[in-house]
């Protein structure tokens, strides 16, 4: 028996000695590394790039698989939520008082801001429209919302129309950490109808169910 279970170790390690490397402590402008799933026997367990995974029970000849998840998990700045892995990545520290991570996928991305200094949703809003030409008038503002964890996260969404795209940016204001403003805006470049795009809907659902705001 013991043969046995250190041959289904040694397929475990096999499989993921194939697909991951062990990697050092990863800075938070690291694209955060794929996930998987690792099937053995009647059993699945997600696994993390470098990080060992342990089957309870005994196995006689058992078949292991191993997948890709379908997902990836952003650990930065105090929150954590999942995004399709699939979705491009982007960190930008260019000015030292603010941290700018971005997720993207064709039509839809997720922004998270951390800044030194004192940061609103509405503030961003209003800095993104005049970045896009937009005065604070032509910014179309109504309320947004988003569930997480039984209750839910009150915010702002400004409408702004490009030429002929319409975008809307729904933002809202985290707590402050260690003095630390924080903003997650979600941006979505709509339809012509002016209906959302594929990608919001399940996007938003996964951020949704996934999203951990650390205090």
Not at 96 to 124: H, R
Not at 160 to 186: C, H, M, Y
């Amino acid at each position: 028996m013991l043969v046995r279970l250190l041959n289904c170790a040694a397929v475990a390690m096999l499989l993921l000695a194939g697909m991951v490397g062990a990697s050092a402590q990863a800075s938070d402008s690291v694209e955060p590394p794929l996930q998987y799933q690792l099937k053995l026997g009647d059993k699945t367990q997600s696994i993390s790039e470098g990080v060992s995974a342990t089957f309870e029970g005994s196995y006689t000849n058992p078949s292991a698989t191993l997948e890709v998840a379908p997902e990836r998990v952003f650990p930065y700045g105090g929150i954590r939520f999942n995004y399709p892995r699939h979705y491009t990545f982007e960190a930008d520290f260019t000015s030292p008082e603010i941290k700018i991570w971005t997720v993207s996928g064709n039509n839809f991305k997720i922004m998270y801001f951390v800044s030194d200094q004192e940061l609103t949703a509405e503030a961003l809003l209003e800095g993104m429209a005049g970045q896009l030409g937009q005065s604070s008038s032509q910014v179309e503002r109504s309320p947004a919302s988003l569930p997480i964890s039984g209750q839910t996260l009150a915010g702002t969404r400004g409408t702004i129309q490009i030429a002929i795209q319409k975008l809307t940016n729904d933002a809202f204001t985290l707590p402050s950490q260690s003095g630390k403003s924080r903003v997650l805006l979600f941006q979505d470049a709509l339809k012509d109808s002016g209906a959302a795009s594929d990608e919001s809907g399940p996007a938003t659902a996964l951020l949704s169910r996934s999203l951990v705001i650390e205090p």
